[in-house]
């Protein structure tokens, strides 16, 4: 576990208060109306209606996904992403229902991580990233390379990467779907800013190509309410305190781009793409 402080000023969460977020997001996890808002489930939906709406969700998270991918990649991307070993970095699987954009990616040349504090979604990732590069055909197959599956809380991540064995300088894209309001508040800020000075500070962005990609109900869009994904007690974050700790870290203006929304038991999802501006 790590507890290692770096010399930019954060220090991982103790270890106590890692493994009692592991055993947490274990249990919930389980639970398949684990994501259902707490007035929906007491109107009694059913667990086929939850996944139902879960896997639609999904599917837009994971077009969404992919169009991003697409738009940042042109013909000379393949290779330099090849060559420098890029990454797409995911942060909170869950249960999967937004994780199907391997092919994609695996054609623009990225390696994909996906890092999880709870090991009972290591499993089920492993499982599903097999699953998927089994699915690809062959010649996409042989440029896929390894997918990596971490068991790791991500401020505790970010400082240390090294003891992930990461590169923080080599992930080109973040994707953080439904994780922000899981994260407390002291903690959604030392990672945005850990995340905008890795992807966008001076020197750490030549390629123009970084990009941090966030999908979640934002307190903009729906009243400035607990929202209960996370077991009532996460609060929605708003785009400004998204796009201010990430500009703080970066040390630049960022800017939210492709900015989509989805409709999930009545709460609007915002999905955008922060970029240096
Ligand atoms: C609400 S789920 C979202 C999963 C998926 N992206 C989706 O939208 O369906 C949040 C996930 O983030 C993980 N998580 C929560 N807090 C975390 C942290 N501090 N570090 C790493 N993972 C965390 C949980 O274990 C869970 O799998």
């Given amino acids: 576990m790590n507890t290692k402080a770096k010399s930019f000023g954060f220090k991982a969460l103790s270890p106590m208060k890692q493994a009692e977020l592991a055993r ?3 249990e919930r996890l389980k639970d398949p109306l684990a994501f259902v808002p707490k007035e929906d489930k007491a109107k009694g939906l059913s667990i086929t209606e939850a996944r139902m709406r879960n896997v ?7 077009s ?10 042109n013909n000379s991307d393949f290779d330099r992403r090849r060559l420098g070993n890029k990454k797409i970095m995911a942060v909170g699987y869950g249960r999967g229902y937004d994780s199907k954009w391997l092919r994609q990616a695996t054609k623009a ?3 994909t991580w996906w890092v999880d504090v709870s090991s009972v979604a290591w499993i089920w990732a492993m499982d599903n990233l097999r699953k998927q ?10 440029i896929h390379r390894e997918s990596q599956v971490k068991t790791f809380e991500i401020q505790s991540l970010l400082a240390d990467p090294s003891e992930a064995g990461l590169d923080v300088d080599s992930v080109e894209i973040w994707y953080l779907c439904r994780l922000l309001n899981c994260v407390s508040t002291p903690s959604a800020k030392v990672v945005l800013q850990e995340i905008g000075r890795t992807a966008f500070s001076k020197g750490h962005n030549p390629s123009k190509r970084k990009a941090v990609v966030i999908i979640n109900a934002l307190s903009d869009q729906n009243p400035v309410d607990t929202c209960d994904t996370c077991g009532g007690t996460s ?13 703080r870290g970066a040390g630049c203006p960022v800017e939210a781009r ?11 999802v915002t999905a955008m793409t922060v970029m240096a501006r």
């Fill in 235 to 247: 609060i929605r974050r708003s785009k400004r305190m998204i796009l201010s700790n990430l500009a």
């Fill in 24 to 26: 947490f997001w274990d």
């Fill in 109 to 111: 040349g990225f390696q």
């Fill in 258 to 268: 492709f900015v989509k929304y989805y409709n999930y038991f009545g709460k609007i």
């Fill in 56 to 62: 639609l969700f999904g599917k837009f998270a994971v």
């Fill in 133 to 142: 590069v089994d699915a690809m055909p062959q010649p996409i197959q042989a």
């Fill in 64 to 73: 969404y996904f992919k169009k991003v991918i697409a738009r940042l990649t």
